[in-house]
């Protein structure tokens, strides 16, 4: 026993007939009348270790504000403010100044970081006004390495409320419009960060994706996302959705930008046990690889590139938005690379696994439940949103909202269905790994839709319908663990304004591990060939664009 006992002191707070309760109220089951006392002063005993342990001094990295100190922390308002509401706060950190950094992969580059990443002594919001700010004491692994890199954080970008819409409308922040299209949405949930990036005010955005939320805004306000391989990039200091399916990554507006921020970022932290088989930081060369071909545009002969049937073959994939992609893919040809048809049935189950995964998870991460192995846990954020109150949980979004309803109703009526969802998504991997064994990528649209426009925060149902399919093709690669990588490939006609061209993302997946492979066929596709000035079949009249450059006809 790990407990050690003594006589219990008059001010704990146990009873007799605590244990009873609890038992009764949680698992509707009693506890034998004879065996009451004697776990009444086990429960007592295991209060007063818990009273002990709150008391020790937390033990998180210490960042080091003297090479790195914060300046000008403020939340920008009126003409500061960008895309609606796209900052979260403004700051200023320079990174490694020249001559001072190991490898500068990110000299001379701006950063903006998702508003549910660890800054210290910034105040974050996680989306959400349910709860006051939090104020973190430390960095995340992927703050501290960027500023190793040279580069220079100017700020925190809004991010959708608990991360969990892919909408750019349900932060209490404020909606943030996307760059191409006022009133349409800028995708989440990093839609801060992508707003930034695609209308040019950061070269780079710091971004999370545990279902497709950096992809998905990448898609809509085109640029270029990237989902790396799962652990690859240490999770410290993140506040996190599902451990086994959370990501951090890049958002640009290049892939060979992605690449030196991947380089910045990847490699074991000695902290999160999801990066312990990621190699050492430093060591991988990603955008080197991309910058080593000699003399003319980046080719692809040799690769073997898989049109992925059941990520275009979905009713609610639009028809421009098909085209567009089918377009971009068949330029691979012209690249040097083979492209061929394939099929992988178990794709089609991604989104009801991921779901289920999510509602269970994403429920205890919410309660203050979660418990995801070996890493940094961010005690600050708990203690500055729990308990619960009914007050505090109506402020909550709806989608947060039904997280919590369906994770406790899955969880009691279906044991062990989350473990089965983690045994059925180790089968989508393999089917997925079968087909690498032919191609090197497989290619599908990222989004079904271009940004659809801003949906409404009530009814519930109502505030879910501009994302309903969004994640159709994001979300199984997060149970799988590959890395996917968007880039946009052209423009297609907006839902509701046949005039509006809205950019159409193609995402690419690889094996997992193959990062760099992923990387080196979007450099080569973006290098080639102008997305700007890809349009939709639907609007070439003998080869010719019936728009002009603005997206109007």
């Known amino acids: ?62 960042p080091d504000k003297k090479r790195y100190p914060r300046k000008n922390i403020y939340r920008p308002q009126g003409d500061e403010q960008l895309y609606g509401a796209a900052w979260a706060h403004k700051f200023l950190i320079r990174g490694s100044q020249s001559g001072e950094s190991r490898a500068p992969h990110l000299a001379g580059k701006t950063i903006c970081i998702k508003d549910c990443i660890a800054v210290e002594g910034v105040p974050q919001f996680y989306g959400s006004d349910a709860f006051s700010p939090w104020t973190p004491t430390t960095d995340a692994t992927v703050v501290t390495r960027v500023l190793d890199a040279g580069g220079d954080i100017l700020g925190t970008a809004t991010c959708e409320h608990f991360c969990n819409s892919t909408a750019s409308f349900t932060s209490a922040q404020g909606t943030v419009e996307n760059p191409h299209g006022q009133g349409y949405s800028a995708g989440g949930s990093t839609s801060g960060g992508a707003a930034l990036v695609a209308g040019g005010n950061v070269d780079l955005a710091i971004g999370t994706d545990q279902g497709g939320s950096i992809r998905v805004p990448a898609a809509l306000c085109g640029c270029v996302g990237l989902k790396p391989t799962h652990g690859l990039v240490p999770f410290t200091g993140i506040t996190s959705g ?115 995964q999510q509602r269970i998870s994403g429920s205890l991460g919410i309660l203050g439940k979660a418990h995801d192995g070996r890493g940094l846990y961010l005690t600050e954020f708990e203690e500055a949103r729990l308990p619960w109150t009914t007050e505090s949980f109506a402020r909550l979004f709806p989608s947060t909202k039904n997280t919590v309803i369906n994770g406790i ?77 968007s880039i946009p490939v052209g423009r297609a006609r907006s839902k509701d304004d046949a005039s509006l061209l809205l950019p159409v993302g193609m995402q690419l997946v690889g094996a997992l591990g193959q990062d ?38």
């Not at 003594?6 to 034998?32: F, T």
């Not at 048809?341 to 696994?353: F, T």
């Open 1 to 62: 026993m790990s407990v050690f006992f003594k006589e219990i002191s008059p001010d704990n707070p146990v009873r007799k007939g605590d244990a009873e309760a609890l038992l009764e109220k949680h698992l509707g089951v009693k506890l034998d009348q004879a065996e009451s006392n004697d776990y009444y002063e086990l429960l007592a005993a295991v209060h007063d270790c818990a009273e002990h342990i709150s008391s020790l001094p937390d033990y998180q990295p210490v």
């Open 242 to 356: 599902d451990a086994i399916d959370d990501h951090a990554g890049p958002l640009s507006r290049s892939v060979l930008d992605a690449a030196k921020c991947l380089d910045a970022m990847a490699g074991y932290d000695g902290i999160d046990d999801r990066s312990l088989g990621a190699g050492k930081h430093d060591s991988f060369g990603f955008a080197e690889s991309l910058q080593s071909s000699e003399g003319g545009l980046p080719r692809l002969d040799g690769l073997k590139i898989g049109i992925l049937t059941e990520g275009f073959e979905q009713s609610i994939i639009n028809g421009d938005v098909k085209a567009v992609v089918r377009a971009a893919v068949d330029r691979f040809e012209q690249l040097g690379a083979t492209v061929e048809e394939v099929s992988v049935p178990d794709h089609l189950e991604g989104p009801a696994v991921w779901t289920i």
């Open 409 to 485: 109703y899955l969880a009691e009526k279906f044991p062990g269905l989350y473990g089965r969802t983690v045994n059925i998504g180790r089968r989508i991997r393999d089917a997925y790994e079968r087909a690498f064994e032919r191609f090197d990528v497989l290619v599908m649209p990222t989004t079904p839709v271009v940004a659809p426009r801003h949906g409404t925060r009530a009814p519930p149902k109502a505030s879910f319908e501009p994302t309903i399919g969004m994640t159709s093709n994001t979300a199984v690669f997060n149970v799988t663990g590959h890395p996917a990588l």
């Open 516 to 553: 760099s492979k992923v990387l080196r066929v979007g450099h080569a596709w973006e290098s080639n060939f102008d997305w700007k000035a890809v349009q939709p079949p639907s609007l070439m009249v003998n080869g010719h664009s019936k728009v002009n450059g603005d997206g109007k006809e």
